[in-house]
């Protein structure tokens, strides 16, 4: 247990569920660095201008790493906007996500949807939305239809500690309590709620033993360690695939940057609390155990991070040199028939196109 909170309500008895597989740890830890190489560079790059906005993880890698390796690939995900290294585990090239936050001609949306805001159909990674908790009743819905399928899968919801105080947090729990539904809900309280700190957002001795209210149990786990992480995930999705309903899950993490580039958090917190977080590292706890357990080196080390730099650099570079999108596709991808109002504008549009206009008056 982190930050001293007291014991929360377990979801199996100890050994339940195995350690992270063993021989998967070292392939884990490059996940994890490669997630903390792009959160260095999107960051960078949004202060210069060459990506309109990011939302950081750095410090939360070992709580998505490990729940991702607990999910199975039928399993559909509703993300919050930090969950960049659950999309890079799940299969998601590295081009797609950078021509995501570029919003160039190659991004899937084509450019309408706002930077860090993923959706991969093929990973069953849904659209992410802005509106604090909203993919937690989604996620719900979706698990309730499967439910009624009788499919072996469950929906995972990604949330932060400040979406335990939204509307659609209490609906969403609520449901899937009542109707058992297969959902595990994944809380990375990483503290901050943007400025506001988590106990200035309830009294809860933990944020897992809300699921209690709801008639399921509720688990907190170290979330910088990818063992206990995965056990959580894996102990919830069999109890779900069981049909003993949902879990609720609170991964104590961290927050090293700032909630996003919109953020300064110097503004209301300390550094020296940030040096204190940064003690407990997740990539650097696990880069130690590989080394204790003679998987990794620091030659080895070393390569793997200059690797996943080179990868980000050159495929930034290709996602940058990639045309933007063509003006007409704003009229595509929205609706399956346009509203006689953007059937006048596109006409607008390809008759000005036609003149040299590009469609102005």
Not at 105 to 120: I, V
Not at 298 to 320: H, S, Y
């Amino acid at each position: 247990m982190t930050h001293g909170h007291p014991a929360a309500l377990s979801v199996a008895a100890p050994g339940a569920v195995s350690d992270f597989p063993m021989a998967r740890r070292l392939e884990a830890y490059r996940w994890m660095v490669l997630a903390r190489v792009i959160d260095e560079r999107a960051l960078s790059l949004q202060r210069q201008g060459r990506i309109g906005f990011y939302a950081p993880l750095a410090g939360q890698e070992a709580a998505q790493v490990g729940a991702a390796y607990g999910l199975e690939a039928d399993d559909w995900i509703f993300p919050a906007y930090r969950e960049l290294a659950v999309a890079l585990v799940r299969g998601v090239p590295l081009r797609m996500i950078f021509d995501q936050l570029v919003g160039n001609s190659a991004d899937l949306s084509r450019g309408t949807q706002m930077p860090n805001h993923f959706a991969f159909r093929a990973q069953n990674f849904v659209s992410t939305s802005s509106p604090i908790g909203t993919q937690i009743t989604q996620a719900v819905g979706t698990a309730m239809a499967m439910q009624r399928r009788a499919a072996r899968a469950v929906t995972i919801a990604f949330f932060g500690d400040g979406a335990t105080s939204s509307n659609d947090f209490h609906a969403g729990l609520n449901f899937a309590g009542v109707f058992r539904a297969p959902t595990v809900f994944f809380c990375q309280n990483n503290q901050w709620a943007i400025s506001l700190p988590r106990d200035r957002q309830t009294r809860s001795a933990t944020l897992a033993e809300k699921a209690s209210a709801y008639g399921f149990p509720g688990v907190a786990v170290d979330g910088n360690d990818l063992d206990a992480v995965y056990r959580a995930v894996r102990t919830a999705r069999e109890r779900a695939i069981a049909g003993e309903g949902p879990t609720l899950i609170e991964a104590q993490v961290y927050r090293f940057g700032p909630h996003s580039t919109s953020d300064d958090p110097r503004r209301y917190r300390a550094d020296s609390q940030v040096a204190e977080a940064r003690a407990r590292d997740p990539v650097h706890t696990l880069k130690e155990r590989l080394i204790a357990e003679h998987q990794l080196d620091e030659a080895a080390d070393t390569k793997i991070w200059e690797a996943a730099r080179a990868e980000v650099a050159q495929t930034f570079e290709a996602a940058e040199r990639t045309p933007p999108p063509e003006p007409r596709t704003l009229f595509e991808n929205v609706f399956a028939h346009l509203t006689p109002r953007l059937e006048e504008q596109r006409a607008a549009y390809e008759h000005g196109a036609l003149e040299g206009t590009g469609g102005r008056p």
